[in-house]
């Protein structure tokens, strides 16, 4: 696995994903303080997927106002 991350396509593809993915995660876990990715609160697919649902929502309403005030 090393040897494939050491590649240059690897290291590109690395790259974009810290630029796209890695950061949306690292807010909704540090700065809005939802670290139970693992737990939910709620049981039952439905359940968790509502609960996503108002995470993501909260982060979007959050990087919307945050824009709006730039």
Known sequence: MQAKLE???AK???AKREQTVEP???IIKSVMGFRRF????L???RN?????LLISL???CRRLHRLQAA
């Open 38 to 41: 693992r737990r939910f609160h």
């Open 24 to 26: 949306v995660f690292g």
């Open 12 to 14: 590109t593809r690395y």
């Open 43 to 45: 049981r039952g697919l």
């Open 48 to 52: 968790i997927a509502s609960e996503w």
């Open 58 to 60: 909260a982060y979007n």
């Open 7 to 9: 590649t240059d396509v």
